[in-house]
Nanobody
């Protein structure tokens, strides 16, 4: 079983910064990519950014230029540094991982965390 645990959410004023972290644990053979999604109140979940184990990154337009995603492969941890936060960035941020589980299964797994709340408000 694979578990993703996010941390780093909280209340921040407009223009402020936060760094989200997400660590994967459990029976993991290899992580191919990790990423972040968010869901604002009353809206559908949307993709924010992702990164491959090789370091390739992609960003949604909503946070492009204001965020940086990084990965520590040794720790199975992904980070999302967000700067210049706006009230419209308020959402629950979810971590996602595309990986293979450990032996003997070596099965593909699409894992999700429970989410961490980011509130941007004065």
């Amino acid at each position: 079983q694979v578990k993703l645990v996010e941390s780093g959410g909280g209340l921040v004023q407009p223009g402020g910064s936060l760094r989200l972290s997400c660590s994967a644990s459990g029976s993991i053979f290899k992580i191919y990519s990790m990423g972040w999604y968010r869901q604002a109140p009353g809206k559908q979940r949307e993709w924010v950014a992702d990164i491959t184990s090789a370091g390739g990154t992609r960003y949604a337009d909503s946070l492009k230029g204001r965020s940086t995603i990084s990965i520590d492969n040794a720790k199975n941890t992904v980070y999302l540094q967000m700067n210049g936060l706006k009230p419209e960035d308020t959402a629950v941020y979810y971590c996602n991982a595309d990986l293979s589980s450990g032996p003997p299964d070596l099965a593909p797994v699409d894992a999700w965390g429970q989410g961490t709340l980011v509130t941007v408000s004065s």
